[in-house]
């Protein structure tokens, strides 16, 4: 019993020993710990001006301010409205209102309202009228009604003079003719024995009447006769799209001996 009781004393000092052992030498180190880390500290701040470190700031972003377009809303102008009242560019009576008389009188119906009844009317640059006309009989009021002039209607104008066309060439007009008086045989001639044929050449105008004549070849004991007789013949008037013109041409009178 006393063997045992020794030998758990020797025992429990053991253990003491081997605790204070662990507990001394934990100590040591956690201070030997604490000291590397104390030393570090310091060591890092002796070197910390030496090594190259970038600061890098993070700075928030500067809010940019949102450009609105704003639509320019053209501000509708007010318009006064006048109770009651019509607007019209020209003053028209209607078919029943015999004080208004027309500015012009004309065929075409104008495109202006005409003036209503129980209404007043004034001028102006359109034609509208009110929202709330007055309901039943009465006479509508015109307001600054201009002096009425009937404006006299422009002369017609006048007719173009038709200018002159130059006489158109007939050739020989002996086939032509509507009379052809035969010149007579002159006695000097006879006397003579003067023949031959005697052209003529004449100008004749829109009526159908020689005006002129004057004999270019034939003998001359004969031309005298041949041109009074081609002054007395007449021709049908000739027309050149529609129109009269005068005719050139010649005569032929034939002369034999006798």
Do not use: C
Request: glycine share 8%.
């Amino acid at each position: 019993m006393f063997d045992n009781l020794v030998e758990s004393s020797s025992h429990k000092g053991d253990i003491s020993r081997k605790g204070s052992f662990i507990v001394v030498t934990a100590l040591v180190y956690l201070v030997l710990g604490v000291a590397f880390a104390v030393a570090g500290i310091y060591w890092y701040d002796n070197h910390l001006g030496e090594m190259e470190l970038e600061l890098t700031t993070l700075v928030a972003p500067v809010p940019v301010p949102q450009v609105v377009k704003e639509e320019r809303k053209e501000e509708a102008k007010p318009v006064k409205e006048q109770p009651n009242v019509d607007v019209r560019k020209e003053l028209i009576a209607s078919v029943d209102r015999s004080e208004l008389v027309p500015k012009e009188v004309s065929a075409k119906a104008s495109d202006v309202p005409p003036v209503r009844r129980g209404v007043t009317t004034v001028l102006g640059s359109s034609d509208s009228n009110t929202a709330a006309p007055v309901a039943g009989p009465g006479v509508g009021t015109v307001i600054a009604a201009p002096k009425v002039t009937i404006a006299d209607e422009p002369p017609p104008p006048e007719p173009k003079a038709t200018p002159p066309r130059a006489p158109i060439s007939g050739g020989v007009l002996n086939g032509k003719a509507l009379s052809l008086p035969k010149p007579p045989y002159p006695q000097i001639a006879k006397a003579a024995h003067a023949s031959g044929t005697v052209v003529v050449q004449v100008l004749i105008d829109e009526n159908g009447n020689v005006v002129s004549a004057r004999a270019v070849s034939g003998h001359p004991l004969l031309q005298a006769v041949a041109v009074a007789a081609a002054r007395g013949a007449r021709f049908s008037p000739t027309k050149l799209s529609g129109q009269p013109v005068k005719v050139t041409g010649v005569i032929q009178y034939n002369f034999v001996a006798q």
